[in-house]
C-alpha cells in the first residue's frame, strides 16, 4: 500500500552505520579492507596527535578486515603519535591464578586430580615470553620493535615510544592497577584513553579509580604464579577489589562530564578521552553509587584486567 517506506536512521548506530557505507563505497560484493594509511587518517580525525600518550584498548575485529592484520594497527598508532608519542596498551594474563574467570573457564569440569594437575603444569609468567591474552593488538604491540613491558604477573602493559621504559618501571606485585602501576604515571601525564571498538567494560583506566574512591578501598587476595628467588612457586598478595561490573554504568554518564571525542576508526566507534578526566569522573560516581559486596572481598580475580 503506497510503496516501500523509507529507512528511518533515528539512533546513533544506524547513522555511525550510513556513514561507514558512503565513506567505504560498500557494495554488496563486501567491504574493501582497511589499509593502515587509512586508519592513521581516521587516528588524525578522531584527535590523536603527534607526541601523545595512548592508553589503548581496541578490538582487532571490531575494525574490519586490516591489511596486514594487528601489526598494521600498532604501526598505525605509532604513526599517528609520532616518533615523540607512546603507545601503551594492557598485557595481562587473567589466567595465571587460582580464582580468574579464564582461569575457572579453562579448568571446568576437571576432577579435583586433574585440576592439582594442570595448576602444576601452570608455567609463571616471563615478562619477556608469556603472551597476553588481551587480545590481538595488545600482542602485537607486545612483541614489536622497541616494546617494553611492565613485571605484574597478572595485570601487565606493555608499551613503546621515547618514554616506553620509564612508563613501564617499578610496577609492584601489590598493586595491579593503582598508584604503583602504569596507569598511575599515565595519569600524571594526562595521556588519552583510546577506545576502539569496545565498551567502557573494558576502559582499562576506570580501575585507577578504584584504589581512589575510598581512603582505605576493599581489599582481597590474588593468586599467581612467579619466579620468586629463581623459582617457580605459587604466591598470594593482597591488593585492592578489582570489579568491572559497573564499568559500562560509569559509561553512561561519563559523555556528559568528560570531553569525549567520537568517530570511526575502520569499521568500529573509537573514542578518545583524558585519562585524568575519566578517573576523576569515575572517582566521583563510585563514591556515591558502588556497593561492594563482602563475598566478593575474600579470595578471587573479578575483572577482565
Same mark, same amino acid.
Given at each position: 500500500?503506497?510503496?516501500?517506506?523509507?529507512?528511518?536512521?533515528?539512533?546513533?548506530? $544506524?547513522?555511525?552505520?550510513?556513514?561507514?557505507?558512503?565513506?567505504?563505497?560498500?557494495?554488496?560484493?563486501?567491504?574493501?579492507?582497511?589499509?593502515?594509511?587509512?586508519?592513521?587518517?581516521?587516528?588524525? =580525525?578522531?584527535?590523536?596527535?603527534?607526541?601523545?600518550?595512548?592508553?589503548?584498548?581496541?578490538?582487532?575485529?571490531?575494525?574490519?578486515?586490516?591489511?596486514?592484520?594487528?601489526?598494521?594497527?600498532?604501526?598505525?598508532?605509532?604513526?599517528?603519535?609520532?616518533?615523540?608519542?607512546?603507545?601503551?596498551?594492557?598485557?595481562?594474563?587473567?589466567? @595465571?591464578? @587460582?580464582?580468574?574467570?579464564?582461569?575457572?573457564?579453562?579448568?571446568?569440569?576437571?576432577?579435583?586430580?586433574?585440576?592439582?594437575? *594442570?595448576? =602444576?603444569?601452570?608455567?609463571?609468567?616471563?615478562?619477556?615470553?608469556?603472551?597476553?591474552?588481551? %587480545? #590481538?593488538?595488545?600482542?602485537?604491540?607486545?612483541?614489536?620493535?622497541?616494546?617494553?613491558?611492565?613485571?605484574?604477573?597478572?595485570?601487565?602493559?606493555?608499551?613503546?615510544?621515547?618514554?616506553?621504559?620509564?612508563?613501564?618501571?617499578?610496577?609492584?606485585?601489590?598493586?595491579?592497577?593503582?598508584? =604503583?602501576?602504569?596507569?598511575?604515571?599515565?595519569?600524571? =601525564? !594526562?595521556?588519552?584513553?583510546?577506545?576502539?571498538?569496545?565498551?567502557?567494560? *573494558?576502559?582499562?583506566?576506570?580501575?585507577?579509580?578504584?584504589?581512589?574512591?575510598?581512603?582505605?578501598?576493599?581489599?582481597?587476595?590474588?593468586?599467581?604464579?612467579?619466579?620468586? %628467588?629463581?623459582?617457580?612457586?605459587?604466591?598470594? *598478595?593482597?591488593?585492592?577489589?578489582?570489579?568491572?561490573?559497573?564499568? +559500562?554504568?560509569?559509561?553512561?554518564?561519563?559523555? +556528559?562530564?568528560?570531553?569525549?571525542?567520537?568517530?570511526?576508526?575502520?569499521? $568500529?566507534?573509537?573514542?578518545? #578521552?583524558?585519562?585524568?578526566?575519566?578517573? !576523576?569522573?569515575?572517582?566521583?560516581? #563510585?563514591?556515591?553509587?558502588?556497593?561492594?559486596?563482602?563475598?566478593?572481598?575474600?579470595?578471587?580475580?573479578?575483572?577482565?584486567?
Amino acid at each position: 500500500m503506497g510503496g516501500a517506506q523509507p529507512q528511518r536512521l533515528g539512533t546513533a548506530a $544506524a547513522r555511525v552505520k550510513q556513514a561507514r557505507q558512503r565513506r567505504d563505497g560498500a557494495t554488496e560484493a563486501g567491504w574493501p579492507p582497511v589499509t593502515g594509511e587509512r586508519l592513521v587518517e581516521d587516528l588524525r =580525525r578522531l584527535g590523536v596527535e603527534p607526541g601523545q600518550t595512548l592508553l589503548v584498548n581496541a578490538s582487532l575485529s571490531s575494525i574490519g578486515w586490516v591489511d596486514g592484520g594487528a601489526p598494521a594497527v600498532v604501526a598505525a598508532l605509532r604513526e599517528a603519535v609520532g616518533p615523540a608519542g607512546n603507545v601503551v596498551t594492557p598485557t595481562g594474563t587473567e589466567e @595465571n591464578s @587460582n580464582f580468574s574467570r579464564a582461569h575457572q573457564a579453562a579448568v571446568a569440569g576437571m576432577t579435583w586430580d586433574e585440576l592439582k594437575a *594442570y595448576r =602444576r603444569r601452570m608455567p609463571a609468567f616471563d615478562k619477556h615470553a608469556t603472551p597476553t591474552t588481551m %587480545g #590481538m593488538i595488545a600482542e602485537a604491540l607486545r612483541t614489536s620493535d622497541g616494546a617494553v613491558r611492565s613485571d605484574h604477573p597478572q595485570s601487565s602493559f606493555s608499551a613503546v615510544g621515547p618514554d616506553a621504559a620509564e612508563l613501564m618501571a617499578d610496577h609492584q606485585l601489590e598493586c595491579h592497577l593503582g598508584e =604503583r602501576s602504569p596507569l598511575a604515571k599515565l595519569y600524571q =601525564r !594526562d595521556a588519552r584513553v583510546l577506545m576502539i571498538g569496545v565498551g567502557f567494560g *573494558y576502559c582499562t583506566a576506570l580501575h585507577l579509580a578504584e584504589y581512589r574512591y575510598l581512603p582505605k578501598p576493599p581489599m582481597q587476595t590474588y593468586t599467581c604464579v612467579a619466579i620468586i %628467588g629463581g623459582e617457580r612457586q605459587w604466591t598470594a *598478595y593482597a591488593d585492592v577489589v578489582l570489579d568491572d561490573n559497573d564499568f +559500562d554504568e560509569i559509561g553512561k554518564s561519563l559523555a +556528559d562530564n568528560v570531553p569525549v571525542r567520537e568517530d570511526t576508526v575502520g569499521r $568500529a566507534a573509537g573514542r578518545l #578521552m583524558p585519562v585524568r578526566g575519566v578517573v !576523576d569522573f569515575a572517582v566521583e560516581w #563510585m563514591s556515591k553509587h558502588r556497593r561492594v559486596d563482602p563475598d566478593q572481598m575474600q579470595v578471587g580475580d573479578l575483572c577482565k584486567l
